[in-house]
């Protein structure tokens, strides 16, 4: 069993593993394999919502507040991609859930309009995540 000291851990392993499947996922699709895009798609939707419930738990039962100790040009990089990381993480769910409904309906215009705007936010939220956690835990 995991202790809650290493959530941020499997946090962003979890964000990684996200970054992965919307990467694979984007590449079948350009290739027109919607099996595996839809496999892909619906693992990053998995592991996103593992990652959003692991989050959620670690914050509402942690003590620790980690505040990013870097200084020099680091720190105003760490707080421009915290400011920018944030919002958008609020839209990923919603846009997310939308996306895997519309694809379920079969309404793939509706469905294509709404990942065009989704996939590059969520690709840019799972990957400053993992930067969010390097910067705070490990440099």
Known sequence: MLEIHQLPTLNALLNSTSFVFLLIGWIAIKKENKK???????????VSTLFLTSYLYYHYN???INHYQGEGISRPIYFFILFTHIPLA??????????LILAIKQKFGAHKAVARWLWPIWMYVSLTGVLIYLMLYLL
């Open 36 to 46: 595996l895009h839809a496999k892909m798609m619906c693992s990053a939707f998995v």
């Open 62 to 64: 942690s003590s620790v």
């Open 90 to 99: 609020g839209l990923v769910p919603p846009l997310a859930l939308t996306t």
